[in-house]
Every structure is written in C-alpha cells, then in structure tokens.
C-alpha cells in the first residue's frame, strides 16, 4: 500500500529557512516523480516543485518559488525533501507531498505538513 | 503563470448532472492533453478523479467524467450523489516543466 508521510512543519520567522521531509512508503521514489503542492488556510491548491523519477536529476519550479525553494531526495531513506529559505508570511500553508502517477497527474496524497510563518 | 479559471460554486441536485468548467489558454489547456480534477473534502488530501484530460484512475467511479475543447476543459458528474458534495480542483501542464492549478470550485448537492 502506497503511502506518504510528511513531517519538519512548524512556526517559523519571517526570513528564516524550513525543510520539509516527505516518507514514501509501499513504493520506490526512484520509480515516480514527487512534487510538492501547498495550501493556503482557506485558500486553493498551488503547485510548488517537482522532480523526475530519472535520478532525481530534473527539477521544477514554479515562478514563485524559484530561487528560494530546493526539492532534492534521498533514495535510501525513499524520503524527498523541500528546502525553503528566506520564508514570508504568504508562505503559510499547509504543504502536501504528491507522487506522480503519470505525467504531472498526483495519484498519491500525503496528509500534509503545516507551515506557519509569523513573528 | 496564471491560475486556471474556475467557477467559485456550482449546485445540482441528487440525481442531476453538472459540469465544472476550466478554463487556460493557448499555451497550457490549448496545447497539452495533461489535464488533471482532483476532488477535495473539507480536512482532506486531495484525490486524483480524472487524468490526461479523460481517464479514470482505478476505483474512480464512471460517473465522473472528463473532456476538452479548445482552452476549456470540463469535469462532468452524472447522477449526482450527497457524497459528491466537495471542491473540485483542475490541472494543465503549462510546457517549460511547470504545472497549473485552478481556483476551484465548491460543489453544492441541493
């Protein structure tokens, strides 16, 4: 059985870093793409980062997140990771780890890490 | 990178059928047959309903149903249920490795 677990939420400053870790279960994440999707309180769903299956070697942005978001993995922990630097208060969220069933389609949901950024 | 657009809400009732519309333009929806639905509750992960524009994932129910003309595409629920009352959320793939979300739309069974 499929599974994903996220974790490494919290409150957070304005301007400090924050990395999300994401446990994938039942399933090699060398075999599937994984990105990562986040949800405001209230608000819709946005699509943040994602990465090949291919050796993790290709890696997506969306324009917003670009240059202050690193998606990476670590295969022998089948755990991917979202490294967010210089956060803002529009970053807080509730951030899900999605695998990737086909091509950009997200058969597998995890229930999500919240992040909260406040001074 | 704009948002796709969706209606806010939509209602039916038991029975009936609706359509969720979603609409890109020329270089997302227009282009690429990568369009996704996913159905959220309330408290929940989303889930995948619809892929690549018209397939069902295993375990999806045929009522769900999805299509796309020009820069639209659409979700369809035949023989509405209580339970189908939740957000709907559309994807395309935009090129340049980078995907859309839509805003979503709350879904009302009268």
Same mark, same amino acid.
């Given at each position: ?5 996220e974790?490494?939420?919290g /409150? /957070?400053?304005?301007g400090?870093s924050?990395?999300l870790?994401?446990?994938a ?12 999707v986040?949800?405001a309180?209230g ?5 943040v ?8 070697s290709?890696?997506?942005y969306a ?9 990476s993995r ?5 755990t /991917? ?8 208060v ?5 951030y899900?780890?999605?695998r990737d069933?086909?091509f950009?389609?997200f ?9 909260? /950024?406040?001074? | 990178?704009? =948002? ?5 809400s ?12 979603c609409?890109?333009?020329?270089s ?19 889930k ?9 994932p295993s375990g ?11 820069n639209? =595409?659409?979700l369809?629920?035949?023989?509405l249920q209580?339970e189908?009352? =939740?957000?709907?959320?559309c ?6 490795d980078?995907?859309?979300?839509g805003g ?7």
């Amino acid at each position: 059985q499929r599974q994903l677990m996220e974790s490494g939420g919290g /409150v /957070v400053q304005p301007g400090r870093s924050l990395r999300l870790s994401c446990a994938a279960s039942g399933f090699p994440i060398t075999r599937a793409g994984m990105h990562w999707v986040r949800q405001a309180p209230g608000k819709g769903l946005l699509w943040v980062a994602g990465m090949d299956y291919e050796g993790g070697s290709k890696k997506y942005y969306a324009d917003f997140a670009k240059g202050r978001v690193t998606i990476s993995r670590d295969a022998s922990k089948n755990t /991917v990771y979202l490294e967010m630097n210089s956060l803002r208060v529009e970053d807080t969220a509730l951030y899900y780890c999605a695998r990737d069933g086909n091509f950009f389609s997200f058969d597998e949901w995890g229930q999500g890490t919240m992040v909260t /950024v406040s001074s | 990178q704009s =948002a796709l657009t969706q209606p806010a809400s939509v209602s039916g009732s038991p029975g009936q059928s609706i359509t969720i519309s979603c609409t890109g333009t020329s270089s997302d929806i227009g282009t690429y047959n990568y369009v996704s639905w996913f159905q959220q509750y309330p408290g929940k992960a989303p889930k995948l309903m619809i892929f690549d524009v018209n397939v069902r994932p295993s375990g999806v129910s045929d009522r769900f149903s999805g299509s796309k003309s020009g820069n639209t =595409a659409s979700l369809t629920i035949s023989g509405l249920q209580a339970e189908d009352e =939740a957000d709907y959320y559309c994807t395309s793939y935009s090129g340049a490795d980078t995907l859309l979300f839509g805003g979503g739309t709350k879904l009302t069974v009268l």
